[in-house]
Each structure stands twice: as structure tokens, then as C-alpha cells.
């Protein structure tokens, strides 16, 4: 319900401009807010007489007013001016359509987390903790730990397949990648998981609960993102940057190292923290890799480890007797990941920010 | 130090496709050599084919012979980066880097080459590329800014000193000043007559009052036909192609009866 006729001059009737151009007249700009007002208050009243729901009542004032305000401007305005403030209607609904889902989750688990935010969920683990107290220490470190060494694994296979995509790939082999690539980005996070599993039962035995595993299965997932990101933001380099740097001698994989690389660097770097975004909260992979623990175990090569997608599962699944401290630390847990993937998302910006090119000028 | 180049019986392909037909041409040392023709004709594909930028595009190849002073460019046992390391190249569009500082843009020949040199003789090196190219009044107080804070000729002549400061035989110029104001492009014609001192220079322009100003010898590419592989139609000095050239179509081009 935005305006668009900001900064017409407010008349009532349609004008002759000198020139000859025709202009509908323009309808003052509080206009739709007046109609929509109007809208609800007429909605207000049907309520009185028949109880209507939230949804019902959103809904009920969005048709009226974007038909009343339709039809009023088709009479003053003219067709066309009509039809864009029909339009604009439609869009601002479907954009606060599309908000629902995300501000009544946000608000949901901040709600419910908050309650278990304080110093000692941080600084706990769930060792000989029965009904209240307890935190998620252990949890919140192996997530660390494992993304860390994810990113650790995925960085530099995932930049140097893109490189080689971009830089050096030619004919058969670069399309066979490339689709193999594209296959893997849609791989089901549970098969990652399973092949972890399958691979590290080879050499460790079944049951094997590992946190490097954990770190496998999701670089399966993280490899292809940050294939494709990098791939995208190397291709954005000027060829006339490579052509400068080969007529002055330099060797091509110099040229990579010194002139390609560093100019995509804002671009790989917020592609990769995307990345790590996307594969923080995984939870089917560590489930069937990592498994879950009450210690706290901060080695990777040795034994279970806690992570918090799955601290949260467990604790909302299994939560003991009574139930109810278990499912307050399950949706802190779920806080913090919405927390840490935001953070990412604004590294993520901030990196890109940073490194943009300057003029100077 | 200039050098002589040979080129015989050049024919440069893309793929299947021949762009270029036949070349065989001297080009002197110490003095500036223009190439003139239509667009579309091969003028770029030939002199990117002089210091093997040509085979950087895949499924592009050459054949037939470059001699520099005697060495064949195109031997078994020469590495193209060290061919152009020996014949510098400036763009249509002007390139510096926009990650570097002007002083590093200037540098970058030898800091992207890895090669050690004491901070003031590489100091003494970006000043004195940056004299040759005219430019280095204009940007001696703000040779630590980003070099695209420049403007358009600033920047061409800022590769002009990046290409010159690691000290080449030979410089091509690929119309070096056909995106350039004119006052900028006059600049870089008065740069060509002082460079030409030390370097060989081969410039392709479409400006026919440029060619007949800086050049010593003049080179006409056609193309017969759309499909057809271009050719040099004629090569001569400058004076006589300007004034009277042995070939119709060469005649028709300088008039501006075509192309
Ligand atoms: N990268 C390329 N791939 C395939 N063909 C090309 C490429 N660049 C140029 N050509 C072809 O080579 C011919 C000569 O082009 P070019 O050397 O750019 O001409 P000029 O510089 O004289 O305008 C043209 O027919 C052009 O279509
Ligand atoms: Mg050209």
C-alpha cells in the first residue's frame, strides 16, 4: 500500500496539460491508507455479527480494501493509475503473505528460548543434570568445532574445483564435473550422513560415532555450495585482468594467485560464509555420525561429540520427567542456531562490504 | 632495447576458422609501425599472434613463422611467457588493476613476477615508467591510491607505464586511444614519438589522421569477403601509402570510399 503518485500535485479532476497530454486527475496520497481504514472499520462491524478469526479478519479487509480503492481510482484516476494501485495492492499482500511464516517463527523461538538464555546454559554441559538446570556447553562447542573443521575440509577442495573449473577446465571432464556438481547440491542430507557413517564403519567398525565424520557427511553437503558460488564470482573476474597480467609475462597460475584471486575475494568470502550458514544446522547427518553426549567432548577423532541441532532433538524428544526444562533448553538451542545464522549472514555482508572495489575518485 | 621482428607466411585460426591469411611483413626496429583496415579484418588477432597472447583463447592456434632478432617465437623450445615478457601489450580498454595502488599497478610486472628488487631501485623504476608515459606529474602525490580512481586516460596511460616498466623490446597497442577524449588521445600520440626511441612499437588504429601522424610504415588488412580470411593488402611507408598506394582497395579505404 505504498504510494505512487508521490510528488503529483493533489487535484480532484482530470486536467489538459498545455502540451496536450492527458492526465487523470490524482487522488490525495492519504488516500489508500483512508480506504484501508475505512476497509477495517467496515470489517470491524461484520465482526459484531459474525465472530470472524484473525485470519479471516486480515483477509477480509485486504479484499475490500484493495477492491474499494480499485474501484475508486478507476473513477477518478483513470484506468491505467487504477490498475497500478491494484497491483501494488496485490504485491504489498503477498509480501506480507510471505512474512507471516517468518515473524511468527522468529517470534515463537525467541519467545520460548529466552527463558533459558542466561550464563549458566553457556557454561554447563548436561552432566548429572536431571529436570532443571543444565546447559549446552558441550553442544555449543562441537557445533563450532565440527562447521569449523567442515569449512576446514570444504574450503579448499570446493575454490580449487572452481578454479579449475573456471581457470584451467576445457570439454568433457569440465562438464562431467560440472554435473556431478550440480547432482550433489541436491543430495538429501540424510545420504551424506549414511555415506559418512558407511565410510568411516569401513575402518572403524559399525557404530563408529566420530566428530570428524560428522565433518565428512556435512562436507559433502558444503563442497557443491561453495563450488557453485565460487565458480559464479570467478566467472565475474574481467578476462581483460588475466590478459593484463599474461602480456606482462606472468604465468597463469600466478596470475590466479595475484590478480583473479584477489579480485573476487569479497565474493568468495561471503559465498563461503554462506556456505557454512547452510550446513551449521544440519541435524540428520550428525545424528546418524556424531550421535549425542552429556559430556563434554571437544576431540573430534574420539568417540560421540554434542552438537546443538542435535542437543535440541534429543531434548525435545527424550526429555525425561518432568518434561518441561528439557524443551526450554531445546528451543534456547534452536535460538542460538537462528542466532549463529545470522551472525553469518551479516559476516557475510560485512566481507562482501569490505572488500567492494573502491574508486578512490 | 627495439628489435627487428620477421613474420612469413602467417596464417592465425580460431578453431577451424581462419582469420588471418598469409602475412609476411618486416616490422624496423625503432620506429612505429601502424595497421589500418576495416573492422573484422584481423588487425587484433595478428598483433595478439606477435607476443602469443593469440593461444591464451582455446582451440586458437598459428602457423608459420615470428623471428625476433633470429629466434623464432613460435620454436618448439620457446615459453610463451617469456615472449611476452619481451613484447609488452597495451589493451583497446584500459586494464590497470583495480585491487592495486597506481604504484602497484606500475610495479606489477615485477612484483606479480616474483622478482626481488631493493624498495628504492623499484621506487626509481615506478617513476621513471610513470615519466615515459607522461603521467607522472599528475599522479606523483597519490601513487598509493587505487588506480581506478583515475580517469580514462590516465588509466590508458597508466598501462603504458606498467607495460614499459619491465623494460620490453617491443610494445603493441591495440587502438590505444579509441576510447579516449581527444586531448587524451594527443597525449598518447606524443608518448608513441618519444617511446619509439627505445621500443619497437606496432599500433592498430582506426584513425587515419593517427596512422599517417606517429607511424613510420603503414600496414592495410582487407577482408575479400564476410567469411574470408583477412590479408595484408598492403605494407609500405607511410608516406606512400598516404599519399600514393600501389592498390585500389587500399586507395578506396584512405579516401573513405569504404570501410
Ligand atoms: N575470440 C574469437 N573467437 C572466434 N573468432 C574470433 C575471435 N576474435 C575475433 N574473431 C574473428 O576473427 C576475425 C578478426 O577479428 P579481429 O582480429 O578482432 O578484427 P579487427 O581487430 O581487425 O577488428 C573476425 O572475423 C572475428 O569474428
Ligand atoms: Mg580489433
Redesign the interface.
Known sequence: MSQTTAGVPETTTPTQVPGGLRTGGRLPRWTSWAVFAGALAAVALLDLAVALNTALYVLFTAVLGTVALFGLSRAAEGRRTALDRLVTCVVASAFGLAMVPLVSLIYEVVSRGIARLDGEFFTFSLVGVVGEGGGAYHAIFGTLIITGLTALISVPIGLLTAIYLVEYG?GRLKRAITFLVDVMTGIPSIVAGLFAYALFSIFFGPGVRLGIAGSVALSVLMVPVVVRSAEEVLKLV?N????????????KW??IV??VL??AVGGLGTGITLAVARVVGETAPLLVTVGITNATNLNPFDGRMATLPVYAFYQLTQPGVPPEFAIDRAWTAALLLIVLVMVLNVVARLISRLFA????? | MAKRIDISDLDIFYGDFRAVADVTVSIEPRSVTALIGPSGCGKSTFLRSI?R?HE?L?GARVEGKVVMDGQDLYGADVDP??V???I??V?Q?P?????MSIYDNVA??I????RRMAKTDLDGLVERSLQAANLWREVRDRLN??A??LSGGQQQRL?IA??IA?EPDVLLMDEPASALDPISTLAIEDLMTELKERFTIVIVTHNMQQAARVSEQTGFFNLSSAGQPGRLVEFDSTEKIFSNPEQKATEDYISGRFG
Request: net charge positive; aromatic share 6%.
Open positions: 576445457a574481467p581483460e585482468l588475466r590478459e593484463a597480467a599474461y602480456a606482462l609475462g606472468v604465468p600466478r596470475t595475484k590478480v584477489p579480485t572495489p573502491t574508486t578512490g575518485r | 607476443n597472447m591464451v582455446p611467457v617469456d611476452r615478457r619481451q609488452g601489450m589493451f580498454r586494464n590497470p588493476f583495480p585491487t606489477a610486472g612484483r606479480l613476477n616474483a591510491r587505487p581506478s580512481g598501462c606498467r607495460a619491465v
